[in-house]
T-cell receptor, first 112, second 112 residues
Framework: GQQLNQSPQSMFIQEGEDVSMNCTSS?????WLWYKQDPGEGPVLLIA?????ELTSNGRLTAQFGITRKDSFLNISASIPSDVGIYFC????????????FGAGTILRVKS | KAGVTQTPRYLIKTRGQQVTLSCSPI?????VSWYQQTPGQGLQFLFE???????NKGNFPGRFSGRQFSNSRSEMNVSTLELGDSALYLC???????????FGDGTRLSIL
């Protein structure tokens, strides 16, 4: 099962909208990563975070490492059609032997 | 820089058979991790190899095994295949275990 609670499970976007998703856990994490996966491909790394409170951007994407070290969020500004896909959070915590654990993913779809 | 390469991309096997999947990491990366991805369970960690040694292991039965060669290439073996082993198997590499992992496009294994 998943050790990270990722929400929302899915969402519809309209081009130009801002999008937010987050991951929470009861455990303290020392690394947070955000990935995007397109159909038929492996996850692609978007942003890596290493310190509590860290805010990092990659183009229209911004992610933050929560102050409590138990959560992280990802924002996408001014979404475009190619943003559709599945977004995964992942993190490392000594509670799970520093293995990388993943959220269940947020599916981003386009409103028709 | 070439990415992580996994072969084969698709594989069909029957119950009881065994299978070997291959992963070539990004040049210079010494850590290779394997994951199983299914719609129901998401991304589940199988094991991690670093410098030819298994450094971390997930909660999978002993039918799942792996190894890493001196050139950092890795193989994963599944013996006595079961229907539930149908999944996308992803390999990820990093320069060391704590650095962000970069994924290949996976091997889609179907068990008939």
């Amino acid at each position: 099962g998943q050790q990270l609670n990722q929400s929302p499970q899915s969402m519809f976007i309209q081009e130009g909208e801002d999008v937010s998703m987050n991951c929470t856990s009861s455990s303290i994490f020392n690394t947070w990563l955000w990935y995007k996966q397109d159909p038929g491909e492996g996850p692609v790394l978007l942003i890596a975070l290493y310190k509590a409170g860290e805010l990092t951007s990659n183009g229209r994407l911004t992610a933050q490492f929560g102050i409590t070290r138990k959560d992280s969020f990802l924002n996408i500004s001014a979404s475009i059609p190619s943003d559709v896909g599945i977004y995964f959070c992942a993190g490392r915590t000594m509670e799970y032997g520093n293995k990388l654990v993943f959220g269940a993913g947020t599916i981003l779809r386009v409103k028709s | 820089k070439a990415g992580v390469t996994q072969t084969p991309r698709y594989l069909i096997k029957t119950r009881g058979q065994q299978v070997t999947l291959s992963c070539s990491p990004i040049s210079g990366h010494r850590s290779v991790s394997w994951y199983q991805q299914t719609p129901g369970q998401g991304l589940q960690f199988l094991f991690e190899y670093f410098s030819e040694t298994q450094r971390n292991k997930g909660n999978f039965p002993g039918r799942f095994s792996g190894r890493q060669f001196s050139n950092s290439r890795s193989e994963m073996n599944v013996s006595t295949l079961e229907l539930g082993d149908s999944a996308l198997y992803l390999c990820a590499s990093s320069s060391d275990g704590d650095q962000p992992q970069h994924f290949g496009d996976g091997t889609r294994l179907s068990i008939l």
